[in-house]
């Protein structure tokens, strides 16, 4: 089965940095795109950050100039650097992949991460 572990969560003041990591594991025939969510208490799940496979990114409006997504296609590994951390990115931030995997007929799944929390305190 594939799994998604994610870590680098924890607390941080506001204004200081994070790095969070999400490994996937399994049996992975390739990834497609990987993203970054999260959920904040009494919301929905937004879309933090993605990344395809050759690299390209996307980022909310809302992280653009504070948080960099990135991968390593060699480690099934992406990576969420966020600096200048704010209060309202305060949040259980869950990884995403798109992932092909080895047994016929070789379909896409999503699959998602445990979750790890995110907590900037003012």
């Known amino acids: 089965q594939v799994q998604l572990v994610e870590s680098g969560g924890g607390l941080v003041q506001a204004g200081g940095s994070l790095r969070l990591s999400c490994a996937a594991s399994?049996?992975?025939?390739?990834?497609?795109?990987m993203a970054w969510y999260r959920q904040a208490p009494g919301k929905q799940r937004e879309l933090v950050a993605d990344i395809t496979s050759e690299g390209s990114t996307n980022y909310a409006d809302s992280v653009k100039g504070r948080f960099t997504i990135s991968r390593d296609n060699a480690k099934n590994t992406v990576y969420l650097q966020m600096n200048s951390l704010k209060p309202e990115d305060t949040a259980a931030y869950y990884c995403?992949?798109?992932?092909?995997?080895?047994?016929?007929?070789?379909?896409?799944?999503?699959?998602w991460g445990q979750g790890t929390q995110v907590t900037v305190s003012s």
């Open positions: 399994g049996p992975i025939l390739s990834i497609n795109t």
């Open positions: 995403n992949g798109r992932v092909r995997v080895t047994t016929m007929p070789f379909r896409l799944y999503d699959y």
